[in-house]
């Protein structure tokens, strides 16, 4: 695995047409006020193939593309088990925000943000203000959630993450990344009540150009996040848009 | 793959008593410092950071202070042989049913997994981390070879075990919720006393697969938890001090302590479900696992 910045092999130009067109989208809302991003979140819509900003079909290379076929005749006809709906291991990269569980931010401990899932029980720590590490310094141990750095740029939670496994898929359809997978994600309060996570993805092994997805969550301070087992009975979450159950 | 050498034999032998010789001396440092001073007054104890965590002296629960009434401990007819305790066979945990503080119910599930074991129809015994289930209240606190991390805020502390990613979160409330639904680690209120120590009350931990202890002690809907955790005067350590009260289970409240120590170790992730198989054909209970996708 080597570690790339954004555009360092595809081109400053589509990068930059990505992230416009997904700082266009995320613009067209009504800034909130100044106010942090912890709380407890729950989503408005699940969609099991994840929604790119600018619309359209994933930019696929054409091993990228193979790789999406493989994964979903795998899918489909058994030979490929989707572990993070059977054995609940964590979602990893863009699929875990497509969550139809809630999940929360909390603003600690002092030095990290730390995300934490209901759904898998999954948990991620962002270090705050830290650097990315070196290829060396992560090659040996990549993971689900990979190494995640982040800062603040004005009321904007940005967090760029590096050294993930290949063993996740991007959305429930099998939508591929390999560990060369980079991301950029932007979450910010786009109104009192709402949060909204912008998920930008260089992967050029996988994609021809780097491409963006958008979530928006009601938050829920009310709630209380549960244990989580796989296989037992959960919260419902039938009424979410987009969730069916099997 | 490579066959084992003899050299590879002696560098193994060499490492284990290496780790043995200094998982000693951490315990035995741990040991020694029975004494735990309160730090000053108005402060809170700091249990939470971004770069250091909090390791488990071991999954067995020590004895309380003198007077009080202890956990439950081995069978004295099978006395256990442990990692540590020179060269035989290594046995596994079998816990006194005999123990006159254990209702006849519990006595009889104790004595059922003991056999169970005796028996050969399990060759490992059941327990929850290793098996990727929470380890509820207060059986989590057992586990030992992964830290443990805490999140303070003002309303709640978060404990989060590195070990499969578990979380247990504390509410800094003064009473319980009118209507708990029994759940893996039921609901904690907790509050800070003298400056050095986290008290949590729980209430509502369900018993399916959850024990007081890794001898399978188990327990009921009625089971209610304090925990003292109170760290000491140079900060290197925390000691809880845990009250299980359990009418439908135990004859009288039961006293067990616990210890970690501080470690320098940021959290990484660890997957307790990844190739978590019976390799050795153990019986092991399975793992959490769905049927089908839950959406």
């Not at chain 1, 930008?200 to 009310?222: C, G, K, M, Q």
């Not at chain 2, 401990?73 to 006395?79: A, F, G, K, R, W």
């Not at chain 2, 209120?189 to 009350?201: A, C, F, K, M």
Request: hydrophobic content about 35%; overall charge neutral.
């Amino acid at each position: 695995m080597k570690v790339f910045g954004l555009g360092d092999r595809r081109g400053a130009v589509r990068n930059c047409v990505v992230l416009c067109a997904a700082a266009l989208l995320a613009g067209s809302v009504v800034a909130a006020d100044a106010q942090d991003v912890t709380g407890i979140y729950w989503t408005t819509q699940y969609n099991a193939k994840v929604q790119i900003v600018v619309g359209g079909d994933l930019p696929l290379t054409p091993a990228g593309k193979a790789a999406y076929e493989k994964n979903m005749a795998g899918l489909k006809d058994g030979s490929i088990v989707d572990q993070a709906r059977i054995t609940c291991v964590p979602d990893g990269p863009v699929r875990a925000w497509a969550t139809p569980y809630p999940f929360e931010i909390v603003d600690g401990p002092t030095g990290n943000m730390t995300i934490l899932h209901e759904l898998n029980h999954q948990n991620r720590v962002v270090r705050m203000g830290k650097p990315l590490p070196k290829y060396e310094e992560i090659v040996a141990h990549p993971s689900y959630n990979g190494h995640s750095v982040g800062r603040l740029e004005g009321d904007t939670l940005v967090i760029e993450t590096i050294g993930f496994n290949e063993k996740s898929f991007l959305d429930a359809t099998g939508a591929p990344h390999s560990d060369e997978l980079r991301t950029v994600e932007r979450i910010r309060r786009i109104s009192p009540t709402q949060l909204e996570i912008v998920v930008t993805v260089h992967d050029p092994d996988i994609y021809t150009r780097d491409w963006s997805a958008r979530f928006v969550y009601n938050l829920r301070n009310e709630l209380r996040i549960e244990p989580y087992v796989c296989g037992e009975p959960h919260r419902d979450i039938s009424q979410i848009p987009g969730v069916r159950r099997p | 793959m490579r066959a084992c050498t003899a050299d590879d034999n002696r560098v193994a032998f060499r490492s284990l008593v290496l780790s043995a010789l200094a998982g000693a001396m951490g315990v035995g440092a741990m040991l020694a410092s029975t004494t735990i001073d309160a730090p000053a007054q108005g402060k809170i104890p700091e249990l939470g950071s971004s770069t250091f965590a909090w390791l488990a002296a071991g999954a067995e629960w020590r004895a309380p202070p003198a007077g009080m009434r202890g956990p439950i401990l081995d069978d004295p007819d099978h006395p256990r042989h442990f990692n540590l305790d020179g060269p035989g066979q290594v046995t596994q945990r079998l816990g006194n049913y005999k123990d006159p503080v254990l209702k006849p119910w519990a006595a009889a599930k104790m004595r059922e997994s003991n056999e169970e074991l005796l028996t050969g129809k399990r060759d490992l015994p059941f327990t929850a981390q290793s098996r990727c289930y929470p380890g509820g209240v207060p059986g989590q606190l057992l586990y030992p070879a992964e830290p443990m991390y805490f999140i303070q805020k003002a309303q709640q502390v978060w404990m989060i075990w590195q070990r499969d990613q578990m979380v247990r979160r504390i509410y800094l409330t003064d009473k319980h919720s009118a209507k708990v639904t029994p759940s893996r680690f039921g609901e904690s209120i907790g509050r800070y006393e003298n400056g050095d120590t986290l008290v949590i009350d729980t209430i509502g931990v369900s018993p399916h697969l959850n024990y007081i202890d890794n001898f399978r002690t188990p327990h009921t809907e009625k089971l209610k938890v304090e925990e003292r955790l109170k760290v000491a005067a140079d900060g290197k350590m925390i000691e809880a001090l845990v009250k299980v009260e359990d009418p439908d289970t135990f004859n009288e409240p039961l006293y067990m302590v616990q210890r970690w120590r501080k470690v320098p170790n940021p959290l990484y992730e660890t997957v307790c479900a990844e190739n978590n198989v019976d390799y050795f054909y153990n019986n092991l209970v399975p793992i959490p696992t769905a049927a089908k996708p839950d959406f």
